[in-house]
């Protein structure tokens, strides 16, 4: 979502194509959507897929919940949100959060243990990556990381209807991870940042492959060609 003219960040988005800085990739089927969030944090699902006993993980918090709360509000879900930032925990904690939000400091990784996290230099910048780079800190902060099996085991869940995921960069080994599992998605949201100079476009390339080759289809990519949102093909049939 963006107040930008649609129009300019298509040419933009046309253009870093061209210089191979983008993705040649557009949505592969036509189902009905709707967008739940702000205008800075707003997020792409299917229409009419959720429902009151519906689980959903929403992993990087950060400072903005609209896209959970508006999910609530619509579908009455069940939110399992996930970060482990010092200032996301410390804001959730001011905020009077919903009995169906369900906030955790940890972090999503490939593995289970502990990650160092870089915070942005930009001092109101919420966001922390585990990838370092020169926007970032050099001194790293440790934080606790699990896979979502993991999670999903702690929380006794089996299956998940919406998986949606900002994790700054570590997307790919983690969706990685989760597609050599057993865990029942139904809807994948996932911010890829092949925009970080160290993260190469190959890298999103290779996760749409994967994506695709474990049944996910692309149902909507953002004006801005880093919000992805995918359906599995069997809620399709």
């Given amino acids: 979502m963006t107040t930008k003219n649609p129009a300019y960040l298509r040419g933009k988005r046309i253009l870093k194509q061209i210089l191979g800085k983008d993705v040649w990739n557009y949505a592969q089927v036509n189902i009905p ?21 519906s689980i959903v993980y929403s992993i990087g918090i950060g400072d903005d919940v609209s896209f959970d709360y508006s999910l609530i509000q619509r579908y009455q879900v069940q939110i399992f949100a996930y970060d482990p930032t010092p200032e996301s925990i410390d804001w959730i904690s001011k905020q009077n959060t919903p009995e169906s939000f369900h ?17 942005s230099k930009k001092e109101t910048n919420v966001c922390h990556s585990m990838t370092q780079r020169k926007e970032t800190v050099k001194e790293g902060i440790e934080v606790p990381v699990k896979r979502l099996a993991t999670l999903c085991r702690q929380n006794n869940h089996s299956a998940i209807s919406l998986l949606k995921m900002d994790i700054e960069g570590a997307e790919y080994d983690v969706l990685d991870d989760i597609m050599k599992g057993d865990i029942n998605i139904d809807q994948i949201l996932v911010e890829f940042h092949h925009r970080f100079k160290n993260i190469s476009v190959n890298k999103t390339k290779g996760a749409l492959s994967l994506l695709n080759r474990m049944g996910y289809k692309i149902f909507y990519v953002s004006l801005k060609g880093r919000e992805y949102s995918f359906i599995h093909e069997r809620l399709l049939q």
């Fill in 103 to 119: 906030f955790f400091g940890e972090g999503l990784a490939h593995y289970d243990g502990v990650a160092q996290f870089y915070r």
């Fill in 33 to 53: 959507k709707e967008f739940h969030g702000s205008e800075y944090e707003g997020w792409c699902v299917a229409s009419n897929m959720l429902q009151p006993d």
